[in-house]
């Protein structure tokens, strides 16, 4: 399942996210839960929550359903514009 989640992330979720500088690793799928991690001009964007949440996890539920949520273990604080 992995294989198929970085195919997705490469056709769909990554080159949107290079649009705009950024940048998104699989970490880790363990039960229904798959982990990620934001990097360069998603680390401490502002809208970062919204990217994961309404987009990134919305489209991982409708390839996958059977994943429950996706989980962000970026360090945001030490973005380039961190946010609190």
């Known amino acids: 399942m992995l294989r198929k989640l970085e195919l997705l992330f490469d056709e769909q ?6 649009a705009h500088g950024g940048n998104v690793e699989i970490v880790d799928l ?3 839960k798959l982990f990620v991690r934001l990097s360069g001009g998603c680390q401490g964007c502002s809208s970062s929550k919204a990217t994961l949440k309404d987009g990134i ?3 991982v539920k409708q390839n996958f359903p059977m994943i429950s949520e996706v989980i962000d273990l970026t360090d945001h604080v030490s973005g380039e514009n961190p946010y609190m």
């Open 13 to 18: 979720v990554r080159p949107a996210l290079a």
């Open 57 to 59: 996890q919305t489209l």
């Open 30 to 32: 363990d039960n229904d």
